[in-house]
């Protein structure tokens, strides 16, 4: 069976109009080019190597989820440095003019000028954020980001962050800042990247706190981070219990494995049944994002 025949497959059986995938990069090329640097080198960081599997131009890369049913996917970008989210957040701006089906994406980096572009992105139609505390290496308390983080929230755009320790930790990763950061924003739309791989269970107790914590399924489950940040057996049942609050995620197309391999280990978990898996693969997105029937 070719790859879309398998995905098609798996959310037509449970009677989908397609799949929402909140965790998707597209980039600049320059900036593509480097992440895709970073990953081929990261074989002595995790151990492993890390193969690009969906390593294409972008109309290739857009082909290619719209074949697997992808109804709605983002351009997930992050600034490494100051003065280069702004940026970013304008191509973003444009790809998603140029691309309906793209969720308007935009990012910031702690810095004067981020309440400014931030609130410029929202008045523009940013409907997703984009934040890695790991490669951007700071504090999301950074106080150059008070007014920024009033402003999301205030708006209700939803965020995703990379803010779990795995498959690397960072300076400013893990939950304790992240719980800090909520106790002072309860009201922020946070959808936790990669399910806060290595710290699973301490991210699904925030979610169970604050009833607008999300999480996404991008890389978990799958043998290759099993094998690394492997989640608790044990925690399986909240999982079940939180299915209102998973959405599917893939990190196309720096994923070193099939896509259809990341939806088939995701609805095979023990002990959910097709709502659950109906809501991550789609209608959990679909209603964040207030999306049309299919």
């Not at 990953?39 to 719209?66: C, H, K, M, N, V």
């Not at 800042?177 to 710290?199: D, F, N, Q, S």
């Not at 925690?235 to 391999?261: K, Q, V, W």
Request: net charge negative; hydrophobic share 40%; proline share 9%.
């Amino acid at each position: 069976m070719d790859e879309i025949t398998a995905v098609r497959g798996i959310w037509s059986e449970l009677g989908l109009p397609g799949l929402v995938d909140v965790h998707t990069h597209f980039m600049p090329k320059n900036v593509m080019d480097k992440v895709w640097q970073y990953f081929d080198s990261q074989g002595p960081l995790i151990g492993r190597p890390w193969p690009i599997t969906y390593r294409a131009d972008e109309q290739q890369r857009l082909a290619t989820l719209r074949e697997f049913g992808v109804r709605r996917f983002t351009s997930l970008v992050y600034p490494h440095k100051p003065d280069m989210a702004e940026w970013l957040d304008q191509w973003a701006l444009e790809f998603a003019r140029n691309t309906p089906d793209c969720l308007t994406t935009a990012t910031f980096y702690p810095e004067e000028s981020a309440k400014r572009y931030v609130a410029d992105a929202i008045d523009a139609g940013t409907q997703i954020f984009k934040v890695h505390i790991q490669v951007g290496a700071f504090d999301p308390n950074d106080p150059l980001l008070d007014e920024v983080w009033g402003t999301v929230e205030d708006a209700a755009v939803p965020v995703v962050i990379h803010c779990g320790s795995g498959p690397a930790p960072g300076e400013y990763t893990g939950p304790d800042r992240i719980e800090k950061l909520l106790a002072r924003h309860p009201r922020l739309v946070l959808i936790i990247a990669h399910m806060g791989m290595p710290e699973y269970r301490e991210f699904l107790d925030l979610a169970e706190r604050f009833e607008t914590v999300r999480l996404d399924t991008t890389m978990a489950f799958t043998p290759f981070t099993e094998a690394m940040c492997p989640f608790p057996p044990g925690d399986l049942g909240r999982l079940y219990a939180m299915g209102e609050r998973i959405l599917f995620g893939s990190d196309f197309p720096n994923i070193p494995y099939g896509y259809a391999d990341a939806l088939r280990h995701t609805v095979e978990l023990p002990g959910v049944d097709d709502t659950w898996r109906r809501n991550v693969l789609h209608d959990n997105a679909a209603r964040l994002f207030g999306l049309p029937p299919g």
